[in-house]
């Protein structure tokens, strides 16, 4: 399999902060990679899709400005939470595909996220 | 309209007794179908894709199969370690985009 990590792995930051989480495949590169949001009991929702050097693609109904995506190079893509407030808190995580005549695209551990 | 519906949402076994989940799905194009366990707190990991009717994989006690509606999990002489929740995701057309079903809470007893 190929290797995502998440830093960090939970965060608790007060009402209108903002939070940056880091997704690094760490054994590959990748042009793609892909933000999701998953509540409790929920199955997984994508939120954005991330390309390198160029915008992201958001998902219908997924605030742009609130969720900003930053895929600086090919092994690191950032999600920034801005002026997070309770209803943001989540588990939010991240996968990136190989392309390497693999099959799947591979998943990050998560980041908890909780906003007081 | 969900476009990938998993049955049973939970299911408890007893170790050593086989069974299987369903994944359906609505989707035309299909591309590829996905199988995830995904631990308590932990992110999704990989266990099959399936791209085609009548195509099977197996990996341990897990073994996966496709036909043009639904997708088949089907776990032999389960153990206590096999508890967890399966997703079942597919792709469509020419989209790498995953959608994902509710998932299937497994919980094996000793």
């Known amino acids: 399999g190929a290797v995502v990590s998440q830093h960090p792995s939970r965060v608790i930051c007060k009402s209108g902060t903002s939070v940056k989480i880091e997704c690094r495949s760490l054994?590959?590169?990748?042009?793609?990679m892909f933000w999701y949001r998953q509540f409790p009991k929920q199955s997984l929702m994508l939120m954005a899709t991330?390309?390198?050097?160029?915008?992201?693609?958001?998902e219908q109904g997924v605030e742009k400005d609130k969720f900003l995506i930053n895929h600086a190079s090919l092994t690191l893509s950032t999600l920034t939470v801005t002026s997070a407030h309770p209803e943001d808190s989540s588990f939010y995580i991240c996968?990136?595909?190989?392309?390497?005549?693999?099959?799947?695209?591979?998943f990050g551990p998560g980041t908890r996220l909780l906003v007081l | 309209e969900d476009q990938v519906t998993q049955s049973p949402e939970a299911l408890r076994l007893q170790e050593g007794e086989s069974s299987s989940l369903n994944c359906s799905y609505t989707?035309?194009?299909?591309?590829?179908l996905f199988w995830y366990r995904q631990d308590p707190g932990k992110g999704p990991e990989f266990l099959f894709t399936?791209?085609?009717a009548g195509e099977e994989k197996e990996k341990e006690r897990l073994k996966a199969t496709l036909t043009k509606k639904e997708s088949f999990l089907h776990i032999t002489a389960p153990k206590p370690e096999d508890s967890a929740t399966y997703l079942c995701?597919?792709?469509?057309?020419?989209?790498?985009?995953?959608?994902f079903g509710k998932g299937t809470k497994l919980t094996v007893n000793p």
């Open positions: 996968s990136a595909d190989p392309r390497r005549g693999g099959e799947t695209q591979y």
């Open positions: 054994d590959f590169q990748a042009t793609t």
């Open positions: 991330s390309n390198e050097g160029s915008k992201a693609t958001y």
């Open positions: 989707v035309s194009g299909l591309r590829g």
């Open positions: 399936l791209y085609s």
């Open positions: 995701a597919v792709t469509q057309g020419g989209s790498e985009k995953l959608v």
